[in-house]
């Protein structure tokens, strides 16, 4: 308990460091608070990079040239040992929003001048007091729709701004009991047992009963979008899922863990597949592509309530030959009304 304790102290002293950076101070910053062969992992068009200056450069200079004032708004904040390597290493999770005024164009985002939202989820590895490894995962596509952009077709669940849990306790700053962590890590690795062995229920309802709430949310990212009630998630996300996804693959996780009520993992890839039947409104095809994904859960009681997801839907859109960002810097900026 107190590696993760040290842990979220190192980690939290990094976030209120970076709350008062610059473009030209962000690097320093990060070099400050992680190891020289440093690992950060993002979402496309960012990828791998090494080294706090490659990091700055990469993502975070670019960001803050872009977005004033910026706030994180952290909806959830745990740590947990990492159960992927037998539960050796440390790892805190960090969810919420990166709000901003958007200033000046991002990735060819045109900027708004008003409030964005960035969803962000970030997972680092604490060794030794310095931060080792970072994925950071944030829904472009979802800001892209604040500017006013349609990237993709009209997705099957609704897109909001979206909360944090419904019971207002995710940042867990102090302890938590070790057997309320246990339970939950219990129940999200049942809950991917039934997924990998959906084939033995009935029906897809008596598949999620088993692990979820029917008042389930489902927080899904832009292009998919969020959904309530197992019901609702069938129709909204699953059944598309599972009919137009062929040949899928899991590849693991490269950290899973949780802590009190809350868990989550990620992947990269998650899950490599071939999305055969034009699922998010591509044309079907034998191209094979991976999702990186983030899954932040809540549990309540005995089974799952919440759960927030992160898809690297411009790496797996770009896969199949759609590269979203150069469609639209081709384009040119929108015209002035």
């Not at 800001?143 to 669940?157: D, E, H, I, K, S």
């Not at 919440?306 to 979203?324: A, K, P, R």
């Amino acid at each position: 308990m107190s590696d993760l304790q040290a842990a979220k102290a190192t980690v939290q002293a990094h976030y209120k460091a970076l709350a008062g950076a610059s473009p030209d101070t962000v690097g320093g910053i990060i070099a400050a608070a992680v190891s020289p062969d440093y690992m950060w992992r993002g979402m496309h068009p960012f990828h791998e990079q090494t080294g706090a200056a490659a990091v700055a450069a990469t993502f975070w200079a670019p960001f803050l040239t872009s977005m004033s004032r910026v706030q994180r708004r952290e909806d959830i904040f745990f740590a947990g040992q990492n159960e992927m390597d037998g539960f050796t290493s440390v790892w805190t999770a960090s969810m919420g929003h990166l709000m901003g005024l958007f200033d000046a164009p991002w990735l060819g985002i045109p900027a708004t001048g008003k409030m964005i939202f960035l969803r962000y989820a970030e997972f680092n590895k604490v060794e030794d007091g310095v931060i080792t490894e970072t994925a950071l995962f944030c829904d472009i596509l979802h800001l892209m729709t604040q500017a006013g952009l349609q990237p993709l077709p009209p997705q099957t669940a609704a897109h909001l701004v979206q909360p944090g849990p419904m019971t207002h306790d995710g940042l867990l700053y102090g302890p938590q009991e070790a057997g309320e962590g246990e339970a939950t890590l219990d129940l999200i690795n049942r809950m991917i047992g039934d997924i990998n062995a959906h084939q033995r229920f009935q029906t897809p309802q008596e598949e999620l009963a088993e692990c979820w709430h029917d008042d389930m949310i489902w927080w899904g990212p832009a292009g998919i979008g969020a959904t309530y009630t197992i019901d609702r998630y069938i129709e909204q996300h699953q059944r598309p899922f599972r009919t137009q996804i062929t040949d899928r693959v899991f590849n693991g996780h490269l950290c899973r863990m949780a802590e009190g009520r809350y868990g989550g993992f990620f992947g990269w890839p998650n899950l490599t597949l071939t999305n055969a039947g034009g699922y998010m409104g591509m044309t079907g095809s034998n191209t094979r592509a991976d999702m990186r994904v983030v899954d932040i859960y809540r549990r309540d009681g005995d089974k799952l309530a919440e759960n927030w997801i992160f898809i690297d839907m411009l790496h797996f859109l770009n896969m199949q030959g759609l590269d979203v960002l150069g469609r639209m810097a081709s384009f040119g900026p929108p015209a002035k009304s």
